[in-house]
């Protein structure tokens, strides 16, 4: 079993950055890890992903070019840099990874933005952007 824990989240003006950190409870070099979020009212959505070898990151279109997602630095973590933030970007950020292989490059896009290709979550740290 995987433990997830997401620090980092807080309140920022717009246009402003934030730097979200999950660390795992155990080995992850051959998870991928992926970064969702959820606003009130809205269902959880895909926000980046990067594969085990750190080398290929998806994301979402809304944050694309704003938002990088990356492994390395401390044992088991994975860093969401979030940077020009806007209020739009409000939500519950939860940080989720899965142990599973793809066959190909094509399938791995494919299903990446997918809540249920997931087997492991965190609790969640929240993020607030004011106008």
């Known amino acids: 079993q995987v433990q997830l824990v997401e620090s980092g989240g807080g309140l920022v003006q717009a246009g402003g950055s934030l730097r979200l950190a999950c660390s795992a409870s155990s080995a992850f070099s051959t998870y991928t890890m992926g970064w969702f979020r959820q606003a009130p009212g809205k269902e959880r959505e895909f926000v980046a992903a990067v594969r085990r070898t750190g080398s290929i990151q998806s994301y979402a279109d809304s944050v694309k070019g704003r938002f990088i997602i990356s492994r390395g630095g401390a044992k088991n973590t994975v860093h969401l840099q979030m940077n020009s933030l806007k209020p739009e970007d409000t939500a519950v950020y939860y940080c989720?990874?899965?142990?599973?292989?793809?066959?190909?490059?094509?399938?791995?896009?494919?299903?990446?933005?997918?809540?249920?290709?997931?087997?492991?979550w965190g609790q969640g740290t929240q993020v607030t952007v004011s106008t």
């Open positions: 989720a990874s899965n142990r599973r292989t793809y066959s190909s490059d094509s399938y791995y896009y494919s299903r990446i933005s997918s809540p249920a290709e997931y087997d492991y």
